[in-house]
């Protein structure tokens, strides 16, 4: 029975709604609102929670919640106006009501007694006196005051009063007790108003009076004061004291400040000239001067267009004139106005102008020689009819019996050297040449300065602005001046002085000028040498190294184009033309080791911003010291091709008389002998090989400078340091090499090594097998298992953050439908109030048919 009970007991308050703790659940108004969340089982300790909720009342309590914040944001979202309370300390709540209205007032009489402007220093505080400003008191002239006896003061009178605002019936029939006496009539209103006029400036006399004999009475109680005060105190007035001040010396400062104000304002210069305006008046001073030239060269004398005055006696009375010309002009009007004096002025301006046509001539030349650069001065183009005519005019200063004897001599003598040194002069102007013989034509049989001239004034004088087929001429002729520097460079010996003038100054502003066409005629150039050698290698299976002209073309590439591009249209081919001159073509006698040390030279300079790393310039300085060495017993390297370790050619640049080498000097390696048109001797072959040797040492040591930074770089520089040290060092070379040999030797040691070996990856050793038992660990089901404490701890907050998050979803979906419910509601209110409207408008005007029709029957009856 006991039993039983306990087990009654026990499953009873199943049964009843428990509370959120276990305990009794609230009384409710409503039972159907309760939600009692029953459990399958009941487990001894475990603490249950929402056991009966209230799904009414809660959802109630977030409608009232979302009306009064997300539903009030809604209807103010498209509002800015916010309104926020600024009074101190409306929003610490650390603070008392009585410390913030204690606040409030000292700030209040804070803002009333600052000072209006901090930097108005003149400005003082209001005094006041009974809430009145003292100021305001000065100014008035009648004031009231508490202390005097008179009441009345400031008060207006009853006769005034009475006389503009009313009463002025009692005025008529008052009486002064001397009228009461004499008894006589009373005084009409003109009178009264007359009395009280009077009266009223009487009083005004009075007080400024009584103001003046105040002021009087203050100014004399001021300068007593003063004296007294004199008297007291024997120091002098500050007035006399700055009177006695010397006034400070203005320093550097405000010197400079007045001069500076002094000074004339900077004017606006004239604006730049563009590159067609430039091109054009170069064109025009070309043309003035070549037809300056050709009236030398035609003997023209320059006083012959001057009108000479001619000899008049003194009986000539002027009388035998002839007209000439007709004088007459036609009579025309401007803007009201005879055009007869424009006309005669613009002629007297003409006649001007042709009078100082020659002098401008000259001046433009000697602008124009000066404009030339310092080689230019020195070529005939240096305007030799300047001394001629000093010398004509040295011949006019001699006694005038030599004159008298042989005028016509000493004219046709100063005509003819003028043409002669015209004809000998250089033309202004050239037309563009069509072809590259005309161009030759123009150029050849010319010095330098006379060529770069000739060329100089060929682009100005075609210049694209100037017409429209210019820029066509221009670029064939950089075309044909490519083709000239060819056959400069094929000369014996090459003209490399012109070559390098031309590419300064003329390829390379033909370059900028047109790179598109630039780039096309070089590698046009560049192309055509390459299918030359790859012919060559088809039809004999070798080919020798190009001529001096393609190295030269190679060169003017590096100048005119960036070599510092990771892909360039143009230099790209010739890093890749260069790149098999280098692998290609053997080295069969000291003019092909010449040809390839220029090469690697121009390999150098390509390479020099990129630093890009060139496998044939190694292996070719690779196999310019390998044929430089005596011995072949063991070089601990390999030859690659164009080298051969065994043959005719393996000791090419061995030089075996000492006495050579004793007389040779460290100097430039001169590019005539890579043109072999001339055999050099013994001597100087065994100097060219000391040379290309040494050459070959300074391009290595640039390598070893340039390529130091390379992970790869001490295997590169292997079989070169082993040349250097166990063959080159032994042989009796000249002192400066051997320094220079040691000086490469330097700088490859003092690289570090970058890379390491390779070794195998370190592992460790594999345990030997155990019988140990393996321990498994029991799982306990309806707890979370963690290793550690932070493992727990990090689970749990997942665990919170799943269920945040979930809520958080909840909640904004629950946000976003009472939205759209709002939303409904205001869409079914302007539907309900446009039907209403529209069925207020339909009535409206169904009254007003029924009242037209039945009009229109009573109109029918009538």
């Known amino acids: 029975m006991g039993k039983a009970k306990k087990v009654k007991a026990r499953r009873k308050p199943s049964g009843a709604p428990a509370g959120a703790r276990g305990g009794p659940a609230k009384a409710s108004s409503n039972p159907f609102e309760v939600k009692v969340n029953r459990q399958k089982f009941q487990i001894l300790g475990r603490k249950t929670r929402h056991d009966v909720g209230l799904p009414g009342v809660s959802r109630a ?98 006769e005034l009063t009475a006389a503009h605002f009313g009463g002025g019936g009692e005025l008529l029939h008052k009486k002064t007790p001397q009228e009461g006496e004499e008894q006589e009539k009373p005084k009409s209103r003109k009178e009264l108003i007359e009395e009280l006029i009077a009266k009223s400036k009487q009083e005004k006399r009075e007080r400024q009076a009584q103001r003046e004999d105040a002021l009087e009475l203050t100014e004399k109680l001021d300068q007593d004061w003063k004296e007294i005060q004199t008297l007291l105190s024997h120091k002098t007035p500050k007035s006399e004291n700055r009177d006695k001040k010397e006034k400070p010396k203005p320093d550097a400062y405000d010197m400079m400040v007045r001069e500076l104000g002094f000074e004339m304002k900077a004017q606006p210069s004239s604006r730049m000239k563009t590159e067609a305006e430039l091109a054009k008046e170069e064109q025009e001073r070309l043309r003035k001067l070549e037809a300056e030239r050709l009236r030398r060269m035609l003997g023209k004398d320059e006083d012959e267009d001057i009108k000479k005055p001619k000899h008049t006696s003194a009986d000539d009375l002027s009388d035998g004139f002839v007209l000439d010309k007709d004088d007459r002009r036609l009579l025309s009007y401007k803007d009201g106005k005879m055009n007869v004096e424009e006309n005669v002025l613009d002629e007297e301006e003409e006649e001007q102008s042709k009078e100082a046509g020659d002098t401008e001539s000259n001046e433009e030349e000697g602008d124009s020689s000066g404009r030339e650069d310092t080689e230019e001065s020195d070529s005939p183009d240096s305007h030799l009819d300047l001394e001629s005519n000093t010398e004509s005019e040295e011949e006019n200063q001699e006694p005038a019996k030599e004159q008298r004897q042989t005028p016509g001599n000493g004219l046709l003598g100063r005509q003819e050297r003028a043409g002669k040194a015209a004809r000998d002069e250089l033309p202004y102007t050239f037309a563009a040449p069509e072809s590259y013989e005309e161009l030759r034509a123009l150029l050849l049989g010319r010095s330098l300065e006379e060529q770069l001239l000739v060329v100089e004034r060929i682009q100005k004088c075609t210049h694209p602005s100037l017409a429209e087929g210019n820029k066509a001429k221009l670029e064939k002729l950089f075309g044909f001046l490519l083709e000239y520097v060819g056959d400069l460079a094929a000369n014996d010996p090459p003209d490399l002085r012109v070559i390098d003038k031309l590419v300064v100054r003329q390829l390379y502003h033909l370059c900028q000028m047109f790179p598109a066409s630039a780039s096309e005629a070089v590698k046009f150039v560049l192309r055509d040498a390459m299918h030359e050698m790859e012919e060559m290698i088809e039809a004999k299976g070798r080919t020798p190294l190009p001529g001096l002209g393609v190295l030269i073309y190679l060169k003017i590439t590096g100048l005119l184009f960036p070599t510092s591009d990771f892909w360039h249209p143009v230099v790209t081919p010739a890093l890749v033309c260069l790149s098999q001159l280098l692998t290609k073509c053997p080295i069969l006698s000291l003019q092909d080791a010449v040809k390839g040390l220029f090469a690697c030279c121009l390999f150098l300079e390509y390479v020099a911003l990129s630093q890009r790393f060139i496998p044939e310039l190694i292996n070719f300085l690779l196999g310019i010291l390998y044929i430089a060495t005596p011995n072949k017993a063991s070089q601990g390297s390999t030859l690659v091709h164009p080298f051969r370790a065994l043959g005719k050619n393996s000791e090419l640049l061995v030089v075996s008389d000492k006495e050579d080498a004793a007389t040779w000097q460290p100097s430039r390696l001169s590019l005539r002998w890579a043109s072999g048109l001339r055999v050099p001797t013994s001597t100087e072959a065994n100097h060219i090989r000391l040379s ?87 799982l306990e089901f309806g707890r979370k298992q963690g290793s550690t404490k932070e493992e727990q701890e990090r689970k749990r907050l997942i665990h919170k953050h799943k269920r945040e998050f979930k809520g958080a979803v909840r909640e904004i979906r629950k946000d976003n439908q009472f939205l759209a419910r709002m939303q409904l509601s205001e869409i079914m209110e302007r539907d309900a109030e446009r039907k209403r409207k529209v069925k207020q408008l339909f009535n409206s005007l169904a009254t007003q048919e029924g009242e037209w029709k039945a009009l229109k029957r009573k109109k029918f009856k009538k």
């Open 61 to 158: 309590r977030a409608l009232r919640k979302r009306t009064q914040t997300l539903l009030k944001e809604y209807k103010e979202r498209d509002k800015s106006n916010v309104f926020r309370d600024k009074r101190f300390g409306e929003y610490n709540s650390s603070m008392t009501p009585e410390e913030k209205m204690m606040k409030r007032f000292a700030l209040e009489q804070q803002r009333h007694h600052e000072k209006k402007s901090i930097y108005n220093l003149n400005e003082d505080e209001e005094l006041t006196h009974y809430g009145q400003s003292l100021a305001d008191i000065e100014k008035h002239n009648d004031i009231v005051d508490s202390d005097s006896d008179a009441e009345d003061r400031g008060v207006l009178s009853a």
């Open 692 to 778: 290309c040797l040494a050459v070959g040492l300074a391009l290595l040591k640039r390598c070893v400078l340039m390529y130091g930074a390379l992970p790869s770089f001490h295997a590169i520089a292997a079989p070169l340091r082993a040349l250097l040290v166990d063959h080159l060092a032994e042989c009796s070379h000249p002192r400066e090499l051997q320094e220079l040999c040691q000086s490469t030797l330097t700088e490859m040691d003092s690289q570090k090594q970058l890379c390491r070996p390779l070794t195998c990856e370190k592992s460790r050793p594999v345990p030997l097998k155990l019988f140990t038992p393996r321990l498994v660990k029991v």
